[in-house]
């Protein structure tokens, strides 16, 4: 949270420094356009004086009247109009009255109205050109800085999600340890009937269970992840693999709900290992979010050539904002600390990666009235 308000404060900032680079060039351009405007009337009244100049002093030499002096160095004129205009970087037009008498009726001086439109022209030219590079610098700038931070943000998340599966896998891990420890103790300590044996024994089978179903997890995610596990794909039926897995997930003792799935047998090309696992993990998780009276529903669906299966239950369901992020390795909706239920966070993002490779996908919706569907969609028809 803090981390995006101070990316607002930046794009702020960054807005405000280009806005300001844009105002100060688009000053700077007025002002030159202001510049070369006035220089362009300048220098035509400077071409008008030395022209004046001209007549004048040949009037005053040759005492002359100053409509004589033009008529008799017209030529003359002219070509120092010309000279004038080439030194002094302007187009003027010159136009002599041949009435007699007063100088200035006898030269008149215009500046090509094709110049200012050249100026203009120019002025505007740069105005879009300010405005295109400064616009375009802002966007590149700003989708920068908000690539950066959301790298930095989810490397941050990455960290957090790490510490959080680091402390929930210790958790896994001590407990069945600890009930291990304590049946065994039991056992080692006191003189037991036969029944109380036997189901401290199996105690310590289902806690070594779970341990080693924890451990073999992580290893099949670690390789899962690190592209070194090789599918077997298979033609098999899906609907007994659904089946089988559901028996072994529904067969604690703590579970009382119910189950129903489509029973129509499904051959698809997969590999059973993995595909197991992926059933496991959506079943358990059932389970473990919707109690101990969870109803747990498989339904099979087909549109556009595309195979779907629909893991739906009754628990408490999945807020949308997260219906995404689960899917992230190490992702546990809520906090470490103050969550109650058991987990490591890799299920669904195994069950996500798996599907992958079998071409198909996976999402959650909520499951109305109560609880969650997760919806997996084979997108070859790599089935029949
Ligand atoms: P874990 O269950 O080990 O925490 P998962 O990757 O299997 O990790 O699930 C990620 C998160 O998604 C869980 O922490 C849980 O909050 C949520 N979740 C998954 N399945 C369900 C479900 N069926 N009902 C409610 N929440 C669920």
Redesign the pocket.
């Known amino acids: 949270m803090k981390l995006r308000l101070f990316l607002v404060f930046v794009i702020i900032y960054i807005t405000a420094v280009f806005g300001w680079w844009l105002y100060s060039f688009i000053t700077y351009t007025e002002k030159e356009y202001q510049l070369e405007y006035n220089n362009l009337k300048l220098n035509a009244m400077v071409i008008h004086n030395k022209l004046t100049e001209f007549i004048e002093f040949n009037k005053s030499e040759k005492n002359e009247a100053p409509y004589q002096t033009y008529k008799n160095r017209k030529a003359e004129i002219e070509t120092l109009h010309g000279n004038l205009n080439r030194s002094y970087h302007t187009n003027t037009k010159l136009s002599l009255n041949d009435t007699a008498g007063n100088l200035h009726t006898l030269l008149n001086l215009q500046i090509e109205p094709s110049e200012f439109k050249a100026i203009h022209r120019n002025f505007v030219k740069k105005q879009r050109a300010f405005y295109s590079e400064v616009i375009f610098f802002t966007i590149l700038v700003i989708s920068g800085v908000v690539w950066v931070f959301s790298k930095l943000e989810s490397l941050l998340n990455l960290n957090k999600m790490q510490n959080n599966f680091l402390l929930s896998v210790t958790h896994e891990l001590k407990t069945p340890l600890t009930a291990i420890k304590l049946s065994s103790q039991t056992l080692q300590q006191r003189k037991t009937d036969e029944e109380i044996r036997q189901t401290l024994i199996q105690q310590i089978v289902n806690n070594s269970d779970r341990l080693n179903e924890l451990l073999d997890n992580v290893l099949l995610a670690t390789r899962i992840d690190g592209k070194s596990y090789s599918y077997n794909m298979v033609k098999t039926d899906i609907t007994a693999l659904i089946k089988k897995t559901a028996e072994m997930v529904l067969s604690e003792p703590y579970y009382s709900g119910r189950f129903t799935f489509d029973e129509k047998s499904r051959e698809i090309i997969l590999d059973e290992v993995s595909l197991r696992l992926v059933f496991s993990?959506l079943f358990q998780?059932?389970v473990?979010?919707?109690g101990r009276n969870a109803d747990l529903s498989v339904r099979y669906g087909e549109n556009d050539g595309k195979f779907s299966i629909s893991v739906s239950?009754n628990?408490?369901?999945?807020d949308p904002k997260?219906y995404k992020s689960?899917f992230n390795k190490f992702?546990?909706?809520?906090d470490e600390n103050t969550r109650e239920?058991k987990?490591?966070?890799?299920?669904?993002?195994l069950v996500r990666q798996i599907l992958k490779s079998h071409n198909a996908s996976i999402k959650a919706e909520s499951n109305l009235p109560h609880?969650?569907t997760f919806i997996i969609t084979f997108k070859s028809l790599n089935y029949e």
Request: aromatic letters at 12%; glycine letters at 26%; zero cysteines.
């Open positions: 993990n998780n059932a473990k979010y919707a239950d628990g408490k369901g999945i997260e689960i992702y546990r909706v809520g239920s987990g490591t966070g890799l299920g669904l993002f609880g969650t």
